[in-house]
Nanobody, 118 residues
Framework: QVQLVESGGGLVQPGGSLRLSCLTSGFTFTTSPMSWYRQPPGKERELVAMITGASGTANYADSVKGRFTISRNIAKKTVYLQMNNLKPEDTGVYFC???????????WGQGTQVTVSS
């Protein structure tokens, strides 16, 4: 059964840090690309970071490069998003997603709220 459960969101001041976690089941990280998306208030969902399956190569949206880091722990079946130097424009609901290479379906978690405000 495929499941993704995010945690780690919250309220943080500008310049602060948060680490999001996504506990998964049903995925094999060495073959499945895993991603973090976010949906700012009143806007569409956007890709923040992705980590490929075989090589574990990370890619980032320009708006978060140098501040966010995506990583994975294969043994713990968990994907992380370390977010540093947070800005108010980083506010939104953050979603973890995963795919299988043979299936175009994108699987989503329930999301976790991140609010950056003084």
């Amino acid at each position: 059964q495929v499941q993704l459960v995010e945690s780690g969101g919250g309220l943080v001041q500008p310049g602060g840090s948060l680490r999001l976690s996504c506990l998964t089941s049903g995925f094999t990280f060495t073959t499945s690309p895993m991603s973090w998306y976010r949906q700012p208030p009143g806007k569409e969902r956007e890709l923040v970071a992705m980590i490929t399956g075989a090589s574990g190569t990370a890619n980032y949206a320009d708006s978060v490069k140098g501040r966010f880091t995506i990583s994975r722990n294969i043994a713990k079946k968990t994907v992380y998003l370390q977010m540093n130097n947070l800005k108010p424009e980083d506010t939104g609901v953050y979603f973890c997603s995963g795919q299988f290479t043979w299936d175009p379906t994108v699987y989503w978690g329930q999301g976790t709220q991140v609010t950056v405000s003084s």
